[in-house]
């Protein structure tokens, strides 16, 4: 079975600052994706960024950037110029085919406070 | 009404009571996910419907019980709930379950079962 684990349960930074939150993963498949998926306080939860495992280069979205390291089963998320508005908790996920239902499998989370 | 919205926003219940939460999606979306967020625990896929057939019970019990009617709808009867069963539950969508479509999540029900 696939598992995701967050080492960090709480980051916190100052505004404009850079961070990076850890993500590692077990799997024995090939071909699957990974997702950052964020849900502020009490509102929706929303993705982030994805990358495709046979894709060696690493995804960005604008701030949000990944360092994907396969063969290390490694998926970090870094936020650079960070923003009051990226407080929030920040999921690591992983996609992989079962019984053809594509499975998302959440790790544990870490919050981020971005301080001003 | 954009994205997935979910009713009611809070619930409270007894253990003895039976009461539902609603998920509809207004993405056109042919998939459609029940998960349980639980404090301090990983996301837990509940069910998953595909064009309005069930295709994944995660060894969920049958106190929990999902309906889908359409592929727009989707419902969760509780009745008889335990304690630890509160918790956040969030629905999802997504295009279809075959393939790693991005899935949209609503705002959640908070439960809490005295």
């Known amino acids: 079975a696939q598992t995701v684990t967050q080492s960090q349960p709480e980051m916190s930074v100052q505004e404009a600052e850079t961070v990076t939150l850890s993500c590692t993963y077990d799997t024995s498949e090939s071909n699957y994706y990974l997702f950052w998926y964020k849900q502020p306080p009490s509102r929706q939860m929303i993705l982030v960024i994805r990358q495709e495992a046979y894709k060696q280069q690493n995804a960005t979205e604008n701030r949000f950037s990944v360092n994907f390291q396969k063969a290390a089963k490694s998926f970090s998320l870094k936020i650079s110029d960070s923003q009051l508005g990226d407080t929030a908790m920040y999921f690591c996920?992983?996609?992989?085919?079962?019984?053809?239902?594509?499975?998302?499998?959440f790790g544990q989370g870490t919050r981020l406070t971005i301080n001003p | 009404e954009t994205g997935v919205t979910q009713t009611p926003r809070h619930l409270v219940m007894g253990m003895t009571n039976k009461k539902s939460l609603k998920c509809e999606q207004h993405?056109?979306?042919?998939?459609m996910y029940w998960y349980k967020q639980s404090a301090k625990k990983p996301l837990e896929l509940m069910f998953v419907y595909n064009f309005k057939e069930q295709t994944e019970n995660n060894s969920v019990p049958s106190r929990f019980s999902p309906e889908c009617p359409n592929s727009s709808h989707l419902f969760l009867h509780l009745h008889t709930l335990q304690p630890e069963d509160s918790a956040l539950y969030l629905c999802?969508?997504?295009?279809?379950?075959?393939?790693?479509?991005?899935?949209?999540f609503g705002p959640g029900t908070r439960l809490t079962v005295t």
């Open positions: 996920a992983f996609m992989g085919a079962f019984q053809g239902a594509q499975k998302l499998v």
């Open positions: 993405l056109g979306h042919n998939a």
């Open positions: 999802a969508s997504s295009q279809e379950a075959q393939a790693p479509y991005e899935q949209y």
